[in-house]
C-alpha cells in the first residue's frame, strides 16, 4: 500500500480533487468509486485498506494505459 498506514489509523486517499470521471465512475483524485468515498467514514481499517489495495492496483492500469503506445490509427494527445 503506497500511503496506507499497516497499523493505526488508516488515511483517507481524499486529495481534494473531487470529480467523477463518467467513463468508469472513478474519482480523478483518489480513483475510489462513490460507493467507497460515501461508505469510508463507516469501514473499518481493514475494509480501508482494501480499498487502498484497489487504488494502487488502479493506479497501476493507468500508468500502464498511459506508457502503452498508441494503437495504429490512434492519435494520443
Known sequence: MSRA????????????VCRIDPSNGLCEGCL???????CWGAMNDDARRSVWVAIDER??????R????????ELRR
Open 66 to 73: 498511459a506508457d502503452a503506445p498508441a494503437s495504429s490509427g
Open 59 to 64: 493506479r497501476e492500469r493507468r500508468s500502464a
Open 32 to 38: 475510489r468509486t462513490l460507493d467507497e468515498i460515501a
Open 5 to 16: 498506514s499497516r497499523a493505526g489509523v488508516v488515511p483517507s486517499p481524499c486529495i481534494s
